[in-house]
């Protein structure tokens, strides 16, 4: 027994002994692995210390104390650790490992960016956790040219090659330092930045609580500071190998369109950015960003920027806008809103309730802000199939010194969006204390022929006080008319397969007035009459004939105006003033007969139209056979009985 205890107690010693032996040894292994990492750094051209390293094998943690890293590229950041503790580390192979948890506490990450002009950013962060955490143990080698890209494309490629359940950092303070004089220095700070399943460049959810900065917006002579706070951001699904493709400076043939994030949104954000300006915005969220990496190319518009920073010229101008345009091509939202926005000001507080952008519209509503002639509110005001690209290319053909631009690059407005409507608009009218009120206001068109549109549409209903300043407007305000209720619905179509042009429709209702209702046909119309070249519009147009037209006034109190007008200007009755009006008009019946005598039955109809209030008026006049346009134009300048013989013409009145 006696010799079974000592065996015992002499095997017990022997294994610790063994044990703080191994352990020795592991750590040696661990100090050696830092030390090799290290050593690449050094490699390099940089620095990289650390002090001391720590491995324990039963829970497998390793620790490394006061870490200091400078990269030879001048475009990586410094960093300075103060500990760093990892938890159940394994090793797979030479290159990788991972770790149940890693635990690093005292950050400082130094940056200078010199591309154009000197900035400085430096980083604290007190602590950072990772949970089930994988990756390299070296980071992988870059050839930097000292560009911003060079930089991103760098962290992207170190950002594929780890993965973590969560990564956690509870605060990150910023200092950024542009330089004595130059606007641009502040404060950030972030707090509670969490991030979920991060799968070698896909992250499942990026949140941060609260993000609040301090920037000196200070201009010679204009000392300013802008101060911000934004709440609640988050960024779902991204994914970061289109991105990675876009910033291959080789450049990528990828034409297709790949999603970078699922959603964006915070919940508020507001900004004060001089004594009693302030701006509070609520709510936004921006779904399915997805970029075309084949367009996508921000390289290529750094590289237009004049190296010196001097202004560029305007030929450099245009190619930058072209690639900033096709870097729009590249770029597609579906859907974005962002929600209640107020103004304040020292003149008055603007409001806005929405502003949204869904399959190429682009929207304002509930806007209500101060003027100087007073409030001013739109329930609604969009843009209908907006192109951001089309509008960038579109300035830059305007841009050309000395010489005004071309009729036809004017008409390429036409190519930016396909209509705009406002809704609900309350403004005051002039100076006085009347409001103009839009119910609707909306223009539309399309089927594009070169740069012009071969179908368009307006459509508007509106009130609008008289202007007694207006000595035309004189005769409403003496009819007792104070506001005019307009109501227009006008448009015009193109049709290829039959060479026709129609206006259609073509309806105006005048409140307490008239209400008037046109059609106008034309035939043999070419598709090249559709260009912004004189001499070709000219020579197409002559081939175009003219078709029916249709004309039917609805008198709504615009007949008793103008008897009243005439009593009044003659100081007789208005039974004596409409008898003259009605005379006036038959006297013409003789001449207007003798050039066509169905026209004499036209005339007939309009005097019963003055004679009797309230009746509609319809007239139809159809070509007798074909009638160019432009000749029967010319005619009617010359000899009109001999162009008014041309046509059949019908007429008639009713209540």
Request: aromatic fraction near 6%.
């Amino acid at each position: 027994m006696k010799r079974i205890l000592i065996g015992l107690i002499v095997a017990a010693v022997l294994g610790a002994g063994g044990w703080f032996g191994f352990n020795l040894y592991v750590q040696h292994r661990a100090t050696a692995e830092v030390e090799a990492a290290f050593e690449q750094i050094r490699k390099q051209g940089g620095k990289a210390s650390h002090g001391k390293v720590g491995f324990e094998f039963a829970t497998r943690t390793l620790t490394i104390e006061n870490i200091n890293v400078e990269p030879a590229q001048p475009e990586l950041a410094n960093v300075k650790i103060a500990k760093v503790t990892a938890v159940g580390v394994r090793q797979a192979d030479e290159a990788h490992f991972s770790a149940d948890s890693i635990e690093v506490s005292g950050v400082e990450v130094a940056f200078t960016y010199t591309e154009r002009a000197k900035l400085k950013a430096n980083y604290k962060i007190p602590q950072i956790a990772a949970r089930d955490f994988s990756g390299p143990t070296r980071a992988a080698s870059a050839t930097l040219s000292g560009s911003i890209i060079d930089m991103y494309r760098f962290m992207l490629a170190q950002y594929a090659t780890v993965s973590a359940s969560s990564i956690v950092v509870p605060t990150v303070a910023v200092t950024v330092d542009a330089g004595p004089g130059n606007a641009g220095s502040g404060d950030f700070v972030y707090s509670g930045l969490a991030v979920q399943n991060i799968n070698r460049g896909k992250i499942e959810t990026a949140k941060t609580d609260r993000i609040t900065y301090t920037l000196d917006m200070t201009q010679p002579g204009k000392p300013a500071k802008m101060t911000g706070e934004l709440s609640g951001l988050a960024a779902y699904d991204f994914d970061a190998s289109a991105v990675t493709a876009a910033l291959d400076p080789q450049g990528s043939s990828d034409d297709g369109f790949h999603r970078v994030y699922r959603r964006i949104s915070a919940n508020s954000y507001a900004v004060t950015m001089a004594p009693g300006v302030r701006v509070q915005i609520d709510n936004v969220a921006i779904d399915d960003i997805a970029i075309r990496p084949s367009k996508f190319r921000l390289a290529e518009i750094m590289t237009l920027m004049p190296a010196d920073g001097s202004i560029p010229t305007p030929a450099q101008s245009r190619d930058m806008i072209e690639k900033v345009a096709d870097l729009f091509d590249g770029f597609r939202i579906g859907k974005a809103e962002i929600g209640k926005q107020t103004v304040e000001t020292p003149q008055g507080t603007a409001r806005l309730n929405a502003v949204k952008y869904d399959q190429n519209e682009f929207a304002l509503e509930g806007l209500d802000a101060p003027t100087p002639r007073g409030q001013i509110k739109v329930e609604r005001f969009a843009l209908r199939s907006f192109r951001m690209a089309n509008l960038l290319r579109w300035t830059a053909s305007l841009a050309n010194p000395g010489q005004p631009p071309s009729l036809d690059r004017m008409l390429g407005l036409f190519s930016v969006l396909d209509g705009a409507e406002v809704k609900g608009v309350v403004a005051p009218y002039k100076t006085t204390k009347k409001l103009v009120t839009i119910d609707t206001l909306s223009v539309d068109w399309g089927q594009l022929i070169g740069s012009i549109p071969s179908k368009a549409r307006v459509v508007a209903k509106l009130v609008t006080p008289i202007d007694p300043s207006d000595p035309r407007q004189l005769p409403l305000i003496a009819a007792g008319i104070d506001n005019l209720a307009i109501d227009l619905d006008l448009g015009a179509g193109w049709t290829e397969q039959s060479n026709s042009l129609v206006l259609e429709p073509a309806t105006l209702d005048v409140g307490g007035i008239a209400r008037a209702q046109l059609r106008v046909a034309l035939g043999n119309v070419p598709r090249e009459v559709f260009s912004a070249d004189p001499a070709q519009l000219m020579s197409q147009s002559a081939r175009i004939e003219a078709g029916t037209i249709e004309l039917s006034v609805r008198d709504k109190g615009f007949v008793d105006s103008a008897v009243a007008q005439n009593a009044r200007g003659r100081n007789v009755s208005r039974d004596a003033a409409r008898q003259t009006l009605v005379d006036s008009v038959r006297a013409q019946r003789a001449e207007v007969a003798a050039a066509n005598p169905e026209a004499g039955t036209a005339v007939d109809a309009i005097a019963s139209f003055v004679e009797t209030p309230g009746q509609t008026l319809v007239i139809k006049v159809t070509p007798r056979a074909k009638a160019p346009l432009m000749q029967l134009i010319q005619l009617l300048q010359t000899d009109p009985e001999s162009a008014l013989a041309q046509f059949r013409i019908e007429a008639s009145t009713g209540l």
